[in-house]
């Protein structure tokens, strides 16, 4: 019997015996087609058959790719509830009798409503309801039911709860989940869709199967071999991984009481039985849990430590020899493995107060880590110890953590990623990394240690440098710094001094960034930190500056200022503040604390605008003086290392610049805005544009500037016109237009 006859014949029904005959031509067969029969002809007897084919020791690895294989939700439940059935080769079929009506149907569940333990004949006659549904008004009831029976907080619990109120808790779950596994085996693929959203609720009941399980072997004293016990709890885990995209799920299994203390029970049972049988199914439990419950949230975050000091404290009393020998088969070479990263971790959690040698083995394991914070404090620790471990660990451990922090960075372009990563010390992982390189350079270790450079010179030539464009980062690199040297005895400045003696790659790298984070920390401090004192009309095509007496604020949110009522009421019909003000008027301390952030950044940046078109202004004279148009755009882009600058003339094809907050503006509105300073002072206009790494920040993006070729002293005259750093909008002379900002008010502390 064939995979063709069966799509022909989709009131066949298979048995073990043909089902076995069936698999082996499975692989061969179009994928699509198998499982499209599959998703059809399963029925509760024959569904054991394929899941114990599935799921048995030889075929373990096949196994897990058809269950994933399984798309279908209804197929899906069905495997997990024939996965975990303690009375798995008992099948529990309905009764064949008359069929029920909705009148029945909705009396048997008013029946079971509020009942903790229903019998044996009302949970039958449940499922014989379940088969006749054919519509959802019917099936709705019976879900309540079901899943009110399967509530975790009913599950008895305490020194007082007798075992044979324990069994008899346990007999009821295990029938309500093969009637809640049925409602999805009676149902076509065309309902499939629409009964996911209800077997959401399923999941948690699975985190209280895994604890039924154990309760179950232990209070009850049903023998199952160890090996399969946790071969079917590693499997819950990994179909649990394949919707692990829910965030909502992945709430409710990593806080579910039922799933932690069936993770610590499956750490114990494993540090008292390290036989080789059960090894493997008991380490890929754990792994399945990691897989499932840390994944990254918006930042790539997946563990903090919180969690690490309450999994540690749970395993606190296992042998570490115990735990490496169990999972060195799970720690795998440097060759960047997704799946590799949940035993990586726990490696690096079991391994808590650490050996030397064991250090730069958890070093080996982080590449898929989603951590830099974790994987910095790995590599100067690994460093530190090196005593214990052989060049080429210390190689590997090292080249796979930076090979990771690199594709990190290449993935997650973000402000808070960085400063994240600095945090987590990533600066002093390349100080530590600088020192100790040369150390065991090799011939051996060429490919390693060469690896290693290009990520590090990658890191510090380009991902870290690009995001200097941000205030806050190199606040934060700059304390770092500090704290480094103050700490160690200005251990990062000797190391630099030394390395370009020594003619160090590193350290040459490690000085050109300390020296381009210098120099942008110089542009912060001469920032000022009053923008509470100068206000800026808050109407997009304005931007002027001023004192509060000036201006007028929103009567409603009083966070947004405009110079005149025809600035505002422009904000109010073209610029979305009708929607914003109900926003803004929430006025609670976080919203005023962004807004302080982020004209901060706005300041700092400018400031950083009008320093670099100063570096380039033999440039832009040179460009002005040949060109004929007198319209030039000048385009900065901090996300390049150098910064690069681009000058062309104005086109159509260059219709709008978009600003930090969204608006698109159209540039010839810029040039009628400008269009009167271009009248008193005859030149050629240039539009400064600016870019940083993830977008603009800051409350503009267009600053325009003017150049006046025939100026008195035959240089370059030039001013800021919208939001100038200096203080004086439009001044001719130049005189407040200088890169050091100098004049223009009293300049406060940096804060």
């Known amino acids: 019997m064939g995979w063709s006859r069966l799509e022909g014949s989709m009131t066949l029904k298979l048995d073990a015996a043909h089902y076995r005959m069936l698999l082996p031509n ?68 309905p009764p064949a009798t008359m069929p029920m009506d909705q009148v029945q149907i909705q009396r048997l569940c008013g029946q079971l409503t509020g009942i903790e333990s229903p019998s044996e004949s009302k949970i039958l006659e449940l499922n014989r309801a379940i088969v006749q549904c054919d519509t959802k008004p019917l099936l709705d009831p019976i879900l309540k039911v079901l899943l009110s029976l399967l509530d975790v907080s009913k599950l008895p619990s305490g020194p007082n709860v007798s075992s044979e109120d324990r069994g008899k808790r346990l007999q009821t779950a295990q029938l309500c989940l093969e009637a809640l596994a049925n409602t999805s085996v009676h149902f076509n693929r065309d309902f499939g869709q629409d009964l996911l959203s209800r077997l959401t609720a399923f999941w948690p009941t699975t985190l209280l199967w895994l604890e039924l399980i154990h309760m179950h072997y232990i209070a009850l004293g049903v023998r199952q071999p160890m090996a399969d016990r946790f071969r079917a709890i590693s499997t819950i885990y990994k179909v649990a991984t394949l919707h692990g995209k829910d965030p909502g799920l992945r709430s409710r299994m990593g806080s579910s009481e039922p799933f932690m203390k069936i993770l610590v029970k499956t750490w114990q049972f494993r540090s008292q039985h390290h036989t080789l049988d059960a090894h493997q199914p008991v380490t890929r439990t754990l792994t399945m849990y990691l897989r499932c419950h840390l994944r990254p949230n918006e930042y790539g975050l997946l563990w903090n430590d919180r969690n690490e000091k309450q999994f540690i404290r749970w395993i606190g009393g296992t042998e570490r020899s115990v735990a490496e020998a169990a999972l060195e088969p799970f720690v795998h070479p440097y060759a960047g493995e997704p799946d590799t990263a949940a035993d990586a971790e726990f490696l690096s959690l079991v391994s808590a107060g650490r050996s030397d040698m064991n250090e730069c083995k958890v070093a080996l394991s982080l590449l898929m880590l989603h951590s830099p914070h974790r994987v910095s ?82 890191l510090l030539g380009n991902a870290l440098p690009q995001y200097l464009a941000y205030r806050s980062v190199v606040r934060l690199a700059k304390e770092k710094i500090q704290k480094y040297n103050e700490e160690q005895n200005n251990r990062w400045d000797t190391q630099i001094a030394l390395g370009k003696t020594l003619f160090s790659p590193l350290s040459n790298a490690l000085a050109h960034y300390l020296n381009f984070l210098g120099q942008r920390w110089n542009i912060l401090k001469h920032v000022p930190n009053t923008y509470r004192n100068t206000f800026v009309c808050d109407n997009p095509p304005c931007s002027k500056t001023g004192q509060e007496k000036d201006f007028k604020k929103c009567s409603k949110c009083r966070k947004a200022f405009y110079c005149s009522k025809d600035c ?57 003086r040949a060109i004929e148009t007198n319209r030039m755009v000048a385009t900065l882009d901090f996300s390049k290392v150098p910064v690069e600058m681009r000058i062309t003339a104005y086109t159509d094809s260059l219709p709008y610049f978009e600003d930090a907050y969204g608006w698109e503006e159209n540039a010839e509105e810029q040039w009628r805005k400008v269009g009167k300073t271009q009248r008193d002072h005859p030149g ?27 100026g008195p002293d035959g240089g ?7 939001g100038s750093v200096d203080g004086e909008n439009g001044n001719a002379d130049g005189e407040n237009g200088n890169a050091d900002g100098e004049s223009g008010g009293t300049i406060d502390e940096v804060d």
Request: charged share 20%; hydrophobic share 40%.
């Open 716 to 722: 370059i005259r030039r001013w800021v016109e919208n």
């Open 568 to 624: 505002q009421t422009s904000d109010w019909k073209e610029h979305d503040h009708k929607n914003s003000c109900r926003l803004l008027q929430m006025n609670n301390a976080q919203l005023d604390d962004d807004l302080h952030k982020d004209k901060q950044q706005a300041r700092f940046l400018r400031r950083l605008i009008n320093w670099q078109i100063d570096q380039c202004m033999p440039l832009i004279n040179q460009y002005a």
């Open 26 to 93: 499975t692989v061969k067969y179009r994928q699509h087609v198998r499982f499209r029969v599959l998703s059809k002809l399963l029925n509760v007897t024959t569904t054991y058959s394929v899941l114990d084919f599935f799921l048995s020791e030889s075929n373990l690895e096949h196994g897990y790719k058809g269950v994933a294989l399984f798309s279908d939700p209804n197929v899906i439940s069905w495997t997990l509830f024939r996965c975990f059935s303690p009375h798995s080769h008992s099948v529990l079929l």
């Open 377 to 458: 404090l790995r590599i100067v620790n690994g460093m530190r110890v090196l005593s214990g471990t052989t060049p080429v660990q210390f190689f590997e451990g090292v080249a796979a953590s930076y090979a990771y922090i690199r594709k990190a960075f290449d993935k997650v372009k973000a402000e808070a990623w960085v400063i994240y990563a600095l945090e987590g010390h990533l600066l002093l992982a390349l100080l530590e990394t600088d020192i100790h390189l040369a150390r065991l350079r090799s011939e051996q270790n060429q490919k390693f240690y060469k690896d290693i450079v290009r990520q590090c010179l990658y």
């Open 684 to 710: 050629q206009l240039l539009i400064v544009a600016h870019r940083i790494p993830n977008g603009c920040v800051g409350h503009m993006a267009v600053t325009t500037l003017r150049v006046a070729v025939d």
